[in-house]
């Protein structure tokens, strides 16, 4: 019997995360679900018990911004299976507010954790799959990867630093059969922005205050339309399988036209839409 690949997912106790969990399993994985905090695992063991076989999954500790947490875990799961055929880093979350408002502490706490925690699983994992000269690696991104909405630069700034980081990492890896991929989701009913918009300060003595509202307001109607992530997590598992994997990945309503209209238009013409929205 064909022994099933191994696949790493972090930041599976919600979201994207808990439904790829799932979905990889169905695919033919053994998936390894992390997440920082294991009390918080019982929605993936609903779902989980509801759709697979739960031999074939396995959930552990992993804080991403932990190097001593990120080095036994990833040893661990080399002693237990042998290999990590995939890994999706989709930990994360969004930091919303302004730049001027916004204290350093908050910046660097969102670098952390999207970024650097993402790198630093990411180079625990590297040499392992060099070895065995085959591997993939998801990084999970976002249409804040691609365009800075206001608002929310910490957020898109950290997706930005994802974006070049994948690009740079997919050509280093090509030549040991190592495939980098980026999903870019645009807005999807998950929890992402409802905790990271929950604890940001609103004054009303702000110079920000009246484009805050529109923020907020523009997010909550956004969110009351979403769909489920179904999308996205069938894009995962197209690049965790397809033979020759593309790099990008967008995915949903509106995602491509933002992208395209800002490749193609005048920034001028960008700002003038942006501007009109928040007024």
Excluded at 23 to 33: E, M, P
Excluded at 160 to 181: D, K, N, Q, T, Y
Excluded at 190 to 218: N, R
């Amino acid at each position: 019997m064909q022994k099933r690949p191994i696949a790493l997912v972090t930041g599976a106790s919600s979201g994207f995360g808990m439904y790829a969990s799932c979905a990889l399993v169905k695919t033919g994985y053994t998936v390894i679900a992390s997440m920082r905090d294991v009390s918080k695992r019982g929605p993936l063991d609903k779902i989980a018990k509801m759709h697979i076989a739960a031999e074939h999954m396995e959930v552990i500790s992993l804080d991403v911004t932990s190097p001593q947490q990120i080095e036994e875990s990833i040893t661990g799961v080399i002693s237990r299976h042998g290999q990590i055929d995939l890994l999706v880093n989709n930990a994360g979350y969004a930091c919303g507010g302004f730049a001027e408002e916004l204290p350093s502490a908050e910046w660097r706490k969102q670098f952390d954790v999207n970024v650097f925690g993402l790198i630093d699983v990411t180079r625990a994992v590297l040499p392992y799959m060099r070895e065995q000269r085959r591997g993939r690696i998801i990084n999970i991104s976002s249409i804040s990867g691609r365009f800075g909405f206001p608002g929310l630069g910490p957020y898109a700034a950290s997706k930005h630093a994802v974006e070049g980081f994948s690009e740079s990492l997919r050509l280093e890896l090509l030549p040991f059969g190592i495939h980098v991929m980026l999903i870019e989701p645009g807005s999807y009913r998950t929890s992402i922005w409802e905790k990271g918009l929950q604890q940001t300060a609103l004054s009303s003595s702000s110079p920000y205050a009246l484009q805050m509202q529109k923020l907020l307001a523009s997010v909550e109607q956004i969110l009351q339309q979403a769909p489920e992530p179904d999308e996205v997590i069938a894009a995962i598992v197209q690049a965790a399988t397809a033979p020759k994997p593309r790099l990008r990945y967008p995915v949903g309503r509106g995602v491509r036209l933002t992208i395209a209209a800002k490749n193609l238009l005048p920034w001028k013409w960008i700002e003038a839409i942006v501007a009109k929205k928040m007024s």
